[in-house]
Every structure is written in structure tokens, then in C-alpha cells.
């Protein structure tokens, strides 16, 4: 079997599991935000009762992050319907935005804006990044999640996908998941990057090379020994976007910088630290297999309209652009940060360019992190980047008209985010580049589509 076949086997108490068989799954993890979690929990009271109680209190995540640091009534409403059912159930697992009072509502200060750090002690920020972070990415489980990219958890050797509300509510109440055994492509890394590129330049290569549909409803295992020279945080960039080449999931091996990453998350936050990985068997069927030659990668752009759209940076050089933006779950981590750091310092930015970390986590490490003796945050600020204050979503999913970095008007955008469908970051007649903090933040120096390779010091 596969890794993704001999997890879900496992979660279905079954011998093997071939691809094509409809299984019920046992999940461990259901994670869900204020996008999907009041419609979630919605489904769950109708279909169960309202006095329900969920299925498992400890296996609920639930952390508002998408449109939160925006004054629209209704998204605010969203996270006090989150924090209510977090209250009623007794979750121990909620996230919320703000140290809150009994009653207390979450209210944003547009006057304080993305300026002030709006949020409390216990805001995690975006979803992804957050669930790894705090400890609930463990090796050889299922989480289900109402968000496309939870795919992400895959560079855990977990399986990991994204649900609709109904499916979300059924596991709220039971536990358990109707799934299709997905069939696997296989891709074998080899060699390692060269300087200037970077994970989110090979899962660009490889949308590119599937298109956006190339995947659809398959797993996507990535593997080789190139594979094990990726840090976990470049791993979740690579799982981040097996969605976009419409992947069901991705996942990679297990090896001892998972074990590392994981044991001392579970260790810091108090989790459930007992797992057992899936290694691989030598009789794997694969739908397809690939090999990959990392160092012979280049840094990659995915242009308007779609994240197949694949050309390379030193391509694109006349393409002038009028926005930069550095954030979300697959670019706004700490060694994202790092790596557009790296370029900027010294530098300054010549188009509007905006930053968002994707956690206070992240947020805390730019203030820590040095580079020649300057935090990467006075970096980004010396370069003329506008920071938020506010780790979350922000602009990557457009979100209300108020949201920092939001694409308000027309315009061409180069961006860390991992979609650019029309629309995707707010005004329709949009065009949104997708590249690596390196190449983003090299392009925000240059105004225009640029190779971070001439940028290196
Ligand atoms: S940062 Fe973007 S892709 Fe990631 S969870 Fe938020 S909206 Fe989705």
C-alpha cells in the first residue's frame, strides 16, 4: 500500500484498502475557522439535536482566522458563534481571537487597525500554520478540516483534507467520515535547491507540470532523498498546494526532523504525543511517478489566472507590477519571512508592498529573528514593507473591503499566497502572480517580476 492507502486503512480498521474503495474513517483531528464553523456547527445541531454533544471534545480545533481584523458585523458575529459553541461544549481546543470575558463579544478597533495587535493570549492565527504549531499534526492520523488547504498536515505523514460543512457537521457528531480511497502519484525528489529558490519554486513546478486538474482526487506522496533535506516548514508548503493540481491530499515520509518537529510541539502545547507514522512498502502501486531533480529547479511564477499557469521569473522580467504581499499559510511562516529578509535588507521596496505573518508565533520570531544584527521585522520596515500587526489571513482570500492588503482595485500583484483565480484577493479584474517570498520580495525591490538570484547578498 501506499502511505495514504496504509493510513487509511489503519483509521478504518481494514487489512488493505485499494484505491477506488468507499471506506468509513475514523478522524482524529476536525479542524474548522469562522468561515465554515458557524455553518458547521449549524449542520451539527439540525442533524443531531441542539443539546448534542460533539463526538470528542479533545479532537476539535477550531481557530478563527480568515476575515477577523475587519469592522464587518457579520464576520464578527462569526467568532462569537465560535466562541459560544467552543463555551457549550466545553472545547478545549478553541483559539479565540480575544482573552474574552463571559459574554464578552469581539469587537474591532478600525481606529487601531492592523497598526495595534488586536488580538489575546490565546489566537493562534491562521489555521494551517496554527494546528502544526500547537500540536495537532501527529503522524499516521486523519484530520478532516473545513478549508481546502488543510491538505497541508500531509507534511506530517498524516492524511489530511478538506470537507464541505455537511460532511464537517456528520464528524462533529460522529467521529467518522465516508471516504474514497484516493489513487497515488508518486514524486521522487533528488539533489537539493540552489541558492535563490525555494519549496514553494518546486510545488509551483509541479502544478505546473499537472495542471490544475492533472491531480484531481488523487494523493500526491512525495518522496527521495531530496525530500529528507526539506525542512518541515518547506514540506508544508509543497502539501499546502496539492489542492491547486486538485489533489485530495499530499503527504510526505516520515523521518527525524518530523519526529523532532512534532515531539516538541506536542511536548510545548500538552497534546497527545503518542502516534505511530506509515512507512512505506516496497509492493506500492502508483497511478504515476515522477522524479524531480531539485537542483535543477529554477524560481518559478504561477501567473493570472490559475496556479497551473507556470513560466519562470527570469521570464517574466518586463511584467510591471503594482503590488507585493508576503503572507498566508503557504508564505508567511517564519523561514518565509527569513528568506524575503534576506533580500530586502538594505533594500527599498518601489511598489506598495504588504507583510502579514501567518501567527503571533511568527509574528514574535520576526521580532527575535537577526539578521547582521536587525530583527526581520526592522528589515521589512526599513524596506518600506507595511507590516500587520495582525497575524491571520488577511488578503490571500480577498475577505472584506477593509482587510488589510486587500486588492481593492485592478492591478497586478506578486504574491506568496497560494491561488489566484480571479477574484481570489479581492477585485475581479485583479492579476495575481504566485511566487516565493525570494522572488516576491526581490519583485518588490524591482516593481517588476524579478529573479531573486540577481538579488542574493
Ligand atoms: S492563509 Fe489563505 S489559503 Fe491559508 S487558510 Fe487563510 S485564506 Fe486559506
Known amino acids: 500500500m501506499t502511505l495514504t492507502e496504509k493510513v487509511l486503512a489503519r483509521a478504518a480498521k481494514r487489512a488493505v484498502v485499494t484505491a477506488g474503495d468507499n471506506i468509513w474513517t475514523s478522524v482524529d483531528i476536525l479542524l474548522t475557522h469562522d468561515v465554515c464553523g458557524p455553518g458547521t456547527i449549524g449542520v451539527f445541531k439540525r442533524e443531531f439535536g441542539a443539546n448534542a454533544k460533539v463526538w470528542d471534545r479533545e479532537k476539535i480545533v477550531i481557530t478563527p482566522d480568515h476575515y477577523i481584523f475587519t469592522s464587518d458585523a457579520k464576520c464578527n458575529r462569526n467568532v462569537d458563534i465560535l466562541r459560544e459553541f467552543a463555551a457549550e461544549q466545553n472545547l478545549p481546543y478553541f483559539y479565540d481571537v480575544i482573552d474574552a470575558k463571559p459574554g464578552q463579544r469581539w469587537v474591532y478597533d478600525p481606529e487601531k487597525a492592523n497598526k495595534v495587535p488586536q488580538y489575546g493570549s490565546r489566537y493562534a492565527g491562521v489555521c494551517h500554520s496554527a494546528v502544526a504549531q500547537k500540536g495537532h499534526t501527529r503522524p499516521g492520523e486523519v484530520m478532516i478540516g473545513t478549508d481546502s488547504h488543510t491538505c497541508s498536515a500531509g507534511a506530517f505523514n498524516m492524511f489530511s483534507t478538506g470537507v464541505g460543512n455537511t460532511d ?24 537539493t535547491l540552489s541558492p535563490g529558490v525555494m519549496a514553494k519554486d518546486i510545488i509551483l513546478y509541479i502544478i505546473g507540470e499537472l495542471g490544475v486538474d492533472g491531480a484531481t482526487y488523487c494523493a500526491l506522496q512525495f518522496g527521495g532523498e531530496g525530500s529528507h533535506l526539506l525542512s518541515m516548514e518547506e514540506r508544508m508548503t509543497i502539501t499546502n498546494m496539492a489542492i491547486e493540481a486538485g489533489g485530495k491530499n499530499g503527504i510526505f515520509e516520515f523521518d527525524s526532523t518530523t519526529r523532532d518537529f512534532v515531539d516538541e510541539r506536542c511536548r510545548i502545547n500538552g497534546t497527545k504525543s503518542q502516534y505511530t507514522p506509515v512507512d512505506r512498502d516496497s509492493d506500492e502501486k502508483f497511478l504515476k511517478t515522477f522524479k ?57 521596496v518601489s511598489i506598495p508592498t504588504f507583510a502579514v505573518p501567518a501567527t503571533p508565533e511568527v509574528e514574535r520570531d520576526m521580532k527575535t529573528l537577526q539578521i547582521e544584527g536587525k530583527t526581520l521585522w526592522q528589515i521589512l520596515e526599513d524596506s518600506g514593507a507595511l507590516i500587520s500587526a495582525n497575524p491571520g489571513c488577511a488578503a490571500c482570500l480577498g475577505g472584506p473591503q477593509d482587510t488589510f492588503g486587500r486588492m481593492n482595485q485592478t492591478g497586478k500583484c506578486i504574491s506568496t499566497t497560494n491561488r489566484n483565480f480571479p477574484g481570489r484577493m479581492g477585485d475581479k479584474e485583479a492579476h495575481i502572480f504566485l511566487a516565493s ?21
Not at 168 to 191: C, D, Q, R, S
Not at 337 to 347: N, S, T, V, Y
Not at 445 to 456: H, M, T
Open 292 to 348: 524531480l531533480d531539485l537542483s535543477q529547479l529554477e524560481p518559478t511564477v504561477a501567473c493570472h489566472p490559475n496556479p497551473g499557469v507556470r513560466k519562470l521569473a527570469r521570464e517574466l522580467r518586463s511584467e510591471k507590477l503594482d503590488r507585493a504581499y508576503i503572507g498566508s499559510c503557504t508564505g508567511g511562516k517564519t523561514s518565509d519571512f527569513f528568506a524575503a529578509a534576506q533580500i530586502l535588507r538594505g533594500r527599498q
Open 168 to 191: 464537517a457537521g456528520f464528524v462533529m457528531g460522529t467521529g467518522k467520515i465516508l471516504l474514497k480511497v484516493p489513487p497515488t502519484i508518486y514524486w521522487e525528489f533528488e539533489n
Open 437 to 457: 517570498p525570494s522572488t516576491v520580495a526581490a519583485s518588490a525591490v524591482a516593481g517588476y517580476v524579478a529573479d531573486p538570484r540577481d538579488y542574493l547578498q
